[in-house]
């Protein structure tokens, strides 16, 4: 139903019904699928991205100068790329280790080049949050730098390191939608194929509501999870 | 008795924006074994730094120090983190990990040595007595004051035995009651434990209260060392007067009521 055809409260209306949503639930779980692999991956190498990248650093417990300037340099490059750009950049990679450069799968590739470097700066920063006076009670103690790491940092920085996580999840959702323009199908296949190909404004409010909700359950459940820990330990 | 622990000409400047400052010139220290060696000075004279050469938190540009018959300037990375396992540190800021209950926080020390979990158990208890805080085992840092939190501090600190502890200003950030109940607490560690405590502060009080002998630190050299009392009674340095006219100053304001001595 179309704006241009309907009365406004009519294609609103419709928006809710079987038609639609018979159509836009299977695009639903394709954007869920691929979400939800690309944020594993995205939460597993960004953090170890992450923590690499705060431990070689200049005020990090074992500074590799000359690495730190290498990995940063390739992290910035990688992050520069628009999410579209990445996409287009990372087909041939997709073809290569896929046998075919469309699809869900294919499309995870390019959302992890694109939010693991994004997601591993947020982990880093996180870090670097974390006072300077408690990582050098740690070596003063005489910890070893991987006991500095995983038993002070990481537990230190969790709570920021989730809420980063909800961002880079965000991001991961919205350049979803986008992915769907090149082949990748879910939510955002349906609102360009449908509700601007073909007017299909129903479609379009649909999958605009389906992504308020997945963005809104992302934010509320980081904040929760977050908040909680946060509160168990008094700091707020 | 030789001193327990010595150093020997430390130097140590920072570079800001190749300005340098040179923030220890040439510190040579002796302090004996059993002692609470105040080291006092304004702000900025150098004392958390020299104290910090102690166990290389900072390293000193030149200068050698020595623990024992250790020179613990000539130790490797690997040697320097098990010999800190005996140097405890107290600091300004308490330093507690707020991701750890007060019991995680002081078996954390234990924990790297790979304490046996009984052990660990029945040593952060008999620590929680001594700092008196048994109720407080499961708290999480963030819910303790700011006494409480120092008190953690010197437990965790205190975990693995060690021979030395740093306390770099560890009441400063503290009321005059907490104060005093943490300078007490740290005499008693003194006495009974037998640990040798640096104590940096720049609180007069605080060292005339518990310091057997006094180092004046003033613009990164040592103006004047030596017992407590002498140097309280007549002072020789620029700092070590204006301390004494501050102290007073504010003598009839009765928070501190150790006094006595001068």
Partial sequence: ?236 | MGAYIRTENLYKSFYNKKEKNDVLKGIDLSIDKGDIYGIVGFSGAGKSTLVRCINRLEEPDSGKVWIGDTEITALNKKQLAERRKKIGMVFQQFNLFDSMTVFQNIAYPLKLVKTPKKEIEAKVDKLLKLVGLSDKKYAYPGSLSGGQKQRVGIARALANDPDVLLSDEATSALDPQSTLSILDLLEQVNKELGVTIIMITHELEAAKRICSKVAVLENGSITESGKTSDIFLDPKSSTGKIFLEVYKEFRHDDTFTGGGGI
């Fill in chain 1, 1 to 236: 139903m179309s704006f241009l055809k309907y009365p406004f409260w009519e294609v609103v209306k419709h928006a809710f019904s079987k038609e639609v949503w018979d159509t836009v639930f299977p695009a639903v779980w394709d954007t869920l699928y691929m979400v939800a692999l690309s944020a594993v991956i995205t939460l597993v190498l960004g953090i170890l991205l992450g923590i690499g990248l705060s431990v070689i650093s200049k005020d990090g417990v074992r500074p590799v100068p000359v690495l730190n300037e290498t990995a940063g340099t390739i992290v910035n490059c990688l992050r520069s790329l628009p999410s579209m750009i990445m996409i287009i950049v990372t087909l041939p990679l997709a073809r290569a280790l896929l046998g075919q450069s469309y699809g869900s799968n294919a499309c995870i590739i390019a959302l992890a080049a694109s939010c693991i470097p994004m997601y591993a700066r947020l982990v880093q920063g996180a870090f670097v949050e974390i006072p300077k006076g408690k990582i050098e009670a740690a070596k003063a103690m005489g910890s070893s730098s991987a006991a500095i790491v995983f038993h002070i940092m990481l537990p230190e920085a969790i709570p920021s390191i989730i809420r980063g996580f909800t961002v880079a999840l965000i991001g991961i959702i919205s350049m979803t939608a986008l992915a769907g323009n090149f082949g990748a199908g879910g939510i955002g296949d349906i609102a360009v194929r449908f509700g601007f190909n073909r007017f299909y404004h129903d479609m379009l409010i649909a999958s605009v509501l389906v992504l308020i909700v997945m963005v809104q359950v992302a934010q509320l459940a980081g904040d929760l999870i977050s908040n909680l820990i946060l509160r168990k330990r008094h700091l707020i």
